[in-house]
């Protein structure tokens, strides 16, 4: 039986009092929302906080919204509303291939979004769908507020920028015309990812105007790929040019090896899923634009 | 701490530790041992119950959090009258096998019923795709889980006299 060691158990009220019982309880405390990724790792003593701060009951951090061109994802809002969300799926599909693939229904029910990113798991996947659409992380603490980019929230694995007294409580996402799409490799249903990929963009013409490559579970420095997205932009949306896209991306990786594949495998899929979630982010935007096809 | 949790609509009052997860609540505390505990990590699938409106795994939530929250577990899946259609389907349909994962797997498909009465096989597929079945018996699962859709508001409508002695029978 794998039982956590003890604990001390708090209940916040609020984002201030959350914040107020971190400062209390020290750096040995750690918030718990859907405890999907923090539990099992209690479980297996591979973590062994003094303190666990619920913050369930803090319905604020729980919606989605979408204001002034700007979509706001509530850091508690759990998998399974991101994934039933019309206004999500409207604007940026890759969230909800994302979240097809995370777990599994049962899991999505009580696992939440700002979980998912605070873990910092390398294998994460809405790390690299947040890193893909530009989103930013709005970080609360004693101070004050700040936002930061997802593309420079994890500082390493398992790491993030979130200081000992702060709490994320919202993504966001700035909206513009774009289609986006999320490719992933695992090995059974459920399953961490061995390789994914998630890809945003926007055609005028027939240039690609604004494009961004997220890879999970690649050794990716914040799980993005900024060479491949440098090379497309401002040239044409086409095959051959999403394939070089691809052999780049797969160059500037850093897999490991481990029991789902070899480095060779990781950076072969690197490749492959990047040109797939490139495409199928193109078929999205030409269906979306039917008279620019 | 001091918790209440209603489970199958009657609430329970208990001092426990903060690090008791809820299955083991649930099988120790209250002796409701249909909820399975199985695997340990989330991935089996066999603890789960609804923590309010949704299916959980009870392994890998803090019984503290359902404190003043509800909870169905396997035995508040029929009634008097007799079994839930999908109790009734697993018999029918010989879902049952060894039966360590039918707790839950009734309790997720009690949930995509209720959300989706007319579910494809590969709705129900997706469904239960968190949990295990040890002896691999998805193929009569998920016709259990149809006959249940297919049976659901008839058998609500007019519960059938026979269905706790088939129940015993074939488990």
Redo the contacts between chains.
Sequence with gaps: MQVPAQFQYERATSVAHALSLLTKFGPESRIVAGGHSLIPMMKLRLAQPEALIDINGLSELARISVEDGTLYVGAMVRHADLLSSAVVGEHFPIFHDAERLIADPVVRNRGTVGGSLCQADPSEDLSAAFAAVRGEAVIEGTGGRRVVLVREFFTGPYQTVVGENEMLVQLRVPISSSASAYEKVERRAGDWAVAAVGAELRIEGTQLVSVGIGLTALGAPNFHAPEAEEYLLGGPAVDERFAEAGRIAARHCEPVADQRGPVDYKRHLAEVLTVRALRRARTRWHGNHPQEA | ?EITVTVNGQQHTRNV?????LV?FLRDELGLTGTH?GC???NC?AC?VW?DE????SC???A??ADGRRVRTVEGLGDSTGLDPVQQGFTECHGLQCGFCTPGMML?ARWLLDHHPDPSEEDIR??I???LCRCTGYENIVKSIQWAAEHDTAAAAVPEESTVDSAEVSA
């Design positions: 701490m530790e903060p690090r008791l997860l083991h505990w340990d990590t989330s699938g789960v923590l949704a299916p959980v795994k890998t939530v803090l503290v959090m997720t997706e469904a795709s968190g949990q």
